[in-house]
């Protein structure tokens, strides 16, 4: 198994190691990992455990910004988020907004931080992970991510890959100006969403491990019907499918 021990268990809950760099930096938040997004009741139950309240109390920000880049054809999909018809943008929130990522470089802060501190929950899609990434950092929202200590972080697949200090070489598109797989760091883990979708042959438990013997860090392949949830440190995996955890 290229040096990895491979675990599969119906649930796992674990510390995360806050010794790295990039993580004793920016601190722990609370994220919800999805790989596609809120899709069964134990990771719609474990959205709302996060939040700490009904989703229907609760205020909500879509950032579209990873699908405008991705390889294959997203415009739909931009378009449903944008117009809030994305899934995640339909579970009954209180209040919606967008954040398109790309503008905000040319937007005061002082109009847009007020609103993401504000929110119970910031939603960040699928597309393009690295080019995710890049606005992330640019517009100054990766910075900020730390300090919103009431506010949950949904991921979407690229949206929760991006949490990962790398992504793999199977999900560099974009290539960044750094050059490399480097991603935001703020877990001790990478991600490989979609495990085994039938409309994505690539994303086979062969290739997950493939993909796991090249990242430097533990790696969890999730399929559609699993999550990973940190709370306060402690990594959880929800699921009511299948995943693996490669560890070296």
């Known amino acids: 198994m290229c040096g990895r021990r491979l675990i599969a268990q119906s649930s796992l809950r674990h510390r995360l190691n806050t010794q790295g760099d990039d993580i004793n930096k920016k601190g722990i938040m609370r994220l919800l990992l999805t790989s596609a997004g809120i899709s069964n009741t134990s990771i719609h139950n474990a959205l709302v455990d996060l939040l700490g309240k009904p989703i229907a109390e609760s205020s909500a920000l879509c950032g579209p910004c990873g699908v405008c880049h991705a390889r294959r054809c997203w415009r739909g999909m931009a378009a449903d988020q944008r117009t809030g018809h994305h899934p995640l943008c339909e579970l009954g929130w209180k209040s919606l907004g967008v954040l398109e990522l790309t503008a905000l470089p040319s937007i005061d802060e002082e109009h847009w931080v007020p609103m993401v501190q504000e ?27 730390p300090s919103l200590r009431e506010a949950v972080y949904v991921g979407v697949s690229a949206g929760s890959v991006v ?39 690539d994303n086979s438990m062969a290739n997950a491990e493939k993909w796991a013997a090249g990242v430097p860090v533990p790696g969890y392949a999730i399929d559609d019907q699993t999550a990973i949830k940190v709370t306060d440190g402690t990594v959880e995996v929800v699921s009511e499918g299948h995943w693996t955890l490669f560890t070296p």
């Open 119 to 145: 929110t119970d929950a910031l939603l960040v899609g699928g597309g393009d992970v690295l080019y995710l990434c890049y606005w992330m950092r640019q517009s100054g929202l990766a910075d900020l991510l």
């Open 163 to 201: 949490m990962a200090p790398n992504v793999g070489e199977d999900f560099v598109g974009w290539n960044p100006p750094t050059g490399t797989d480097r991603a935001l760091g703020m877990v001790d883990f990478s991600l490989f969403p979609h495990l085994d979708h039938e409309n994505l042959p």
